[in-house]
């Protein structure tokens, strides 16, 4: 059964840091893996997806990569501010067939302080 | 497009009532998914469609819980009777395997049973 796990479960920093998420899982069977956001009150934004053939992707200040293997990926922020306040949560889905269903680890609460 | 819809926003009932949560996807999105979330468990999917047909409803927690899509531009989750355990916040997410299936949730509809 395939858990995901996530460390630390939150995060204080001054802005400006540059900082790591870790999202690890059990089973390294996975198709993709996604980062999503979530801000206090609101629904799920989706930050990256990452194939399972793929070991990294990049969106502006966001660098995610992907060591199926060894069950892990991590989440960097380059340069940190305030605005990426928010939980950051990291959701794997397995390669079992047509399945659609996403595994979801609980969550890193980040706080980047002025 | 606004995004997935849900409604009603909140809702604050009585153990025993019935509960009508609703979803309107993106258009155009061939799924949809109904999530619940708590502080406890994280993020749970309890079922989700495809081109409006259940695939998988392992997540359903009990007899209580239903869920229908009766058109591709809306669903329903439907708990009855509800207890005060089912407080929680439910998301609706809906995606197209055209856009790397990248969900796009909803708001969310936060659920109190007193």
């Known amino acids: 059964k395939q858990e995901v796990t996530q460390i630390p479960a939150a995060l204080s920093v001054p802005e400006g840091e540059n900082l790591v998420l870790n999202c690890s899982f059990t089973?390294?069977?996975?198709?993709?893996l996604q980062w999503f956001r979530q801000d206090p009150g609101k629904g799920l934004t989706s930050l990256l997806l990452?194939?399972?053939s793929q070991r990294e992707q990049t969106s502006g200040r966001l660098n995610a990569s992907l060591d199926k293997s060894s069950g892990r990926s991590t989440l960097y922020i380059a340069a940190s501010q305030p605005g990426d306040s928010a939980t950051y949560l990291c959701a794997v889905r397995g390669n079992a067939g047509n399945n659609r269903k996403l595994i979801w680890g609980l969550g890193t609460s980040l706080a980047v302080n002025p | 497009d606004a995004g997935v819809i849900q409604s009603p926003r909140h809702e604050v009932t009585e153990m025993g009532q019935e509960v009508t949560l609703r979803c309107k996807p993106i258009s155009g999105h061939d799924y949809l998914f109904w999530y619940r979330q708590t502080m406890m468990r994280g993020l749970e999917l309890l079922i989700y469609f495809n081109n409006n047909v259940p695939i998988d409803d392992s997540g359903m927690p009990e007899d209580r819980f239903s869920a229908k899509m009766p058109n591709a531009s809306f669903s329903t989750l439907k708990i009855q009777p509800s207890e005060p355990r089912d407080s929680a916040v439910y998301f609706c997410a809906s995606s197209s395997r055209q856009y790397q299936e990248t969900q796009y949730f909803g708001p969310g509809t936060r659920l109190l049973v007193l």
């Open positions: 089973d390294s069977a996975i198709y993709n």
């Open positions: 990452i194939q399972s």
